[in-house]
């Protein structure tokens, strides 16, 4: 669920017509000292400052403070900007006016598993203590099409003690917040509290929504760069992540970074790669219980390419200070695992990676996938194992902790650095573009014994005559076919004849894509 | 029997001509279902494997014949309108395949099935298969695979699985047939918080199939699918022994439930409330996914050596 934050959540709702305190959004210090200024021209008053991030308990943790004067803006705001929660700087802080509250209701939209349909709670008592009051809570079920039934609403409000004067404006507030949940597809709306204010009006005091992910493609208007559940601002990381993923629809690939803090005292720092929602969590319960510190959460399934497990396997490499490499998912993938060996088996070699890697690949063809990895990774420094559906998640973490007791700790993923072939770039070398990069073969070196992996593996791609190599189908064609090209490159490299390269330069973290 | 799918049921396929649906109609024929054509706009008069391809549902209803299931294979923003056109073609089950639709669109589903008394799986399921008889969607990838690793019904010792995990689905299948373990269906209700057909409508399938002993399940922390089966069991719905795991334990201290919506919910949706509630409903609930099978042959007094 992509979150809002909630000054873009109250844009939002006076958008649909529900009021809310005045307020500006603060960069700076002196910007907050602005907002007071104008703030307090329109209304005589001080104002509150509430820093935006996602957190519970903001108050609690002070992140709302109030000013009387512009140099207490400006001083709070100052306060405000040096704090951070968890992997949260805060970034922004709402300046708003101070509103003199009378009554306090709470208002949510959730989305109900059971009924299949929205659900509206309401609480006219609202605000905090909500958990203790649980079945004071009233339950409307909304209609996915048509929206709350406004009658309901007011019968709710007839039946209170809130004063009537207000009943219209409030029933209001409440269908059109409901509206607005409908038209941005919301995952959650919350208003906590709706307040009414002494001199009469209804107002959103505090709010929290959260969009859809699936349904952000159709909602440019709300500016979401990344359209993920996380508790932080995207990284340099997870943004270079969510790139691959919008760029290559084969499959999923989902990357989150975890918090690190204390990882020293562990048993160190590992690289996590999934495969699966429900395999993957089980997977990291097993290599967590062994004292090892997850630098991330990394998920690939539904069937991807190679060329996206290959830039998931960069990914998750390019993280500093890894002392190893662990993937497991369900264990029994019905895909057909040698996709993912050809794209993992791609990665550690171009990293030429030192540290231990374990991947337990079960599932159809599994036999072949491990085989594909172990081989193309035996000469590297590091030792590479795979694994199959008979052993457990626990097995491959145990034997995962027996390779990391072996090493040199001083060996982690900071040393890595990419490698290409010479013939690289060369101009005696064979080259077209595919997509997201470029394809290079070494012409002067074809052997008998590469012409027949080419003529085996190739999928008929490519053929081999006197004059040397050339593409047998149209660029068009070649330019789908990255991960053909990757098992291609890998089984070369198994038979020993390296003499064709796909370069897969990925923007953000390779510095220098290859010119062709 | 079994429960959703067997060699009788005639299934379509929408999206058939696509890269998935293609190579999905191959793997589902080649293990047995009966599949008898498919549609995609614009491809009509065209094959796929043998099979008619047609512009439209009803063009396919008209020309085939009523089927029993489709299945679709379409890019999830259009999931939506090919779900609502099977149902108005008069097909009373639908299989969403697709990941990433969105969650308003399978709420809209929902309320245009209930209205046509048809029902759904999925969104975001890996589908159903069930040995020797049929497979909808993609569970078990090749034949010879899911023939292998998916022992076929066995008197006695035969378990249905219900799995909100697609992966684990397989996963389930496979370690309880390797302990002897026979396997009616083996359901993936699929990964989405909003899901037609959820654990406590496939248990009461389950519970009406006569073939099937126990129920397994493999839970996952969130929603409510969970207590609402415990709550079956204890109104004496489902009186089949039921053996379950619920994944993400650990996950637990990193999950948000301190949002109202879920709080007021009182204990449901957290792993801890899950547990309790099945335990309480009299189901086994085992710690570590590896103990499913062991579980399950207890819960039908099998030896283990068997």
Redesign the interface.
Known sequence: MARLHEHQGKSLLSQGGIETPRGHVATSPQEAREAYEKIHAETGQGVVLKAQAWV?GRKAKGGILFAQSAEEAQAAAEKLFTLAFGNFPVQEVLVEEMIDIDQEL?V?L??D??S???LL?IDLHGGSG??ER?DE?ARLHI???TGVCRQEVEQLLADSDIPQETHAAIVSAIVNAVNMA?KI?A??L?I?PLVTTKDGRVMAADC?VTV????V??HDELGIAIAREL?HPATKLEQIAYRIEQDDHRG?FYFAQLPTDGHEDTNGLIGFHG?????S??S??AV?SLGFTLANFTDT???PSAAKVYRAARVILSQPGLIGYFGS????????QFHSAYGLAKAFKEMNVSIPVVIRLG??AEDRAVEILESACATLPGTVEGYR?DD?P?FCAQRFATLISTCDREVTSDTLTRSVPDFVGSKAAMHFAIGGGSVWIDQKAITDTATQVINQFGDGLLSVSDQGVSLAVELDEAAGKDSEFIGLEIELERAGCPVLFVDLAIEGIDTEATAI | MAIIIDQDKKVCVQGITGREGRARTRLMKSFGTNVVGGCTPGKGGQEVEGLPVFDTVKELVDQVGIVDVSVIFVPARLVKAAAIEAMEGGIKRIMLVPDRVPVWDAMAIAKHAKSCGADFIGPNTLGVISPGRGVLGMIGGRAESARQWFNEPIPGKTVGVISRSGGMSSSCGYYLSRVGLGISTICHVGGDSVLGLRIPDVALMFQADPETDAIVIFGEIGGSQEEQLAELMESGQVTKPVIAYIGGKAAREGTRFSHAGAIIEGNRGTHAGKVAALQAAGATVVDGFGDLPAGALAALGVPASS
């Open positions: 519970t709470f949510s959730t989305i598993d059971s299949r349909a929205p709670l909500i958990e649980a809570v209609d996915v099409e409908c597809e995952r959650s919350e906590n929290r859809d992910d699936y349904a493609f159709r508790d999923t495969a699966g929602g429900g395999g969590m089980m990291m319960d967590s399934s539904g069937n998912g369900s264990g029994v993938a019905s895909q057909e599932g159809n559906k457990t626990a």
